[in-house]
């Protein structure tokens, strides 16, 4: 894996066959942490927790979901006007229960997944749900500068000076929301 993640030009200029700190005879740029060795003293306090069951992930998934969409947090349903399609009967909803069920999808597919994409957590899905409440909180501007792109690809060539700046001061609005959001 390390090797085709070098080739395709990602990683440290130096591939792992020239650098000089070995662990043994692997380079200690392949690893990507370095375990130490458990003292002894230590040793009765570890506690294996396993992994979760995919109904227990399922489970936590669907009430990060639901905790996104709270009325009273600041996520998805406090992003969208009462009049949206998500709103505060959200939380209890079909919807939450959609988004919960393609999240636990995604998850149990990239856990299946025979390479280093087949790691993943709970933190993932705590991400995508920032993810799109970020979509939903910007979804007017969005629609807006799309709207404008299709009216910009049916008019005549005659006009395509005018729309073009039209079309880049909508992408610079975009662009700045995309800025303060980072």
Known sequence: MIKKLESAGLGYHVSAGETEDKLGSIPLRQLVYRVHPLPESMRPLVWDFGQLTDHTEELYTAQMVRRFMAPSTPGLASAIPATGTFDGTLQNGAQASCIAKVLSASQKYMRNQKNECSF??????????????????????????????????DEDNDSSEESSEEESSENDKLNNVVQVEQ
């Open 120 to 153: 993943v957590s709970l933190r993932d899905v705590e991400r995508a749900m920032k993810v799109i409440v970020w979509f939903y909180s910007n979804s007017e501007l969005i629609d807006q500068v799309i709207g404008d792109e299709d009216n910009v690809r």
